[in-house]
């Protein structure tokens, strides 16, 4: 029996690529600050070392706080919140 990774990304990233080459990040994707209270949209790009989970791609979420460089984010899906720590690459403002 082979050992393998069932990872985040493992066996269905196909439909997820909507291009070939991989998107280009500059200084001011990755320095980007925001406040506590402002309405922010999850967008994954870029680095897939610490990419959020895609069910929250797209997703509107207010900054509860700032962790390290990362932001402590909560989103409502349906009547749950959930609370989610994503760097600031991944966050657009809504």
Same mark, same amino acid.
């Given at each position: ?21 991989? %998107?280009?990040?500059? @200084?001011?994707?990755? *320095?980007? /600050? ?5 309405? #922010? ?27 390290? %460089?990362?932001?402590? @984010?909560?989103?409502? *899906?349906? /009547? ?5 720590? #994503? ?8």
């Amino acid at each position: 029996m082979s050992m393998r990774s069932h990872g985040l990304f493992v066996g269905k990233t196909r439909h997820l690529a909507r291009h070939h080459k991989p %998107s280009r990040l500059s @200084v001011r994707h990755v *320095i980007k /600050s925001f406040s506590v209270g402002d309405r #922010v949209a999850i967008i994954p790009k870029g680095n897939q070392k610490n990419i959020p989970h895609p069910r929250y791609r797209g997703r509107i979420g207010r900054v509860v706080e700032k962790r390290g %460089s990362a932001y402590v @984010v909560e989103v409502k *899906i349906m /009547s749950a919140k959930r609370t989610l720590v #994503v760097p600031s690459l991944h966050l657009d403002k809504a």
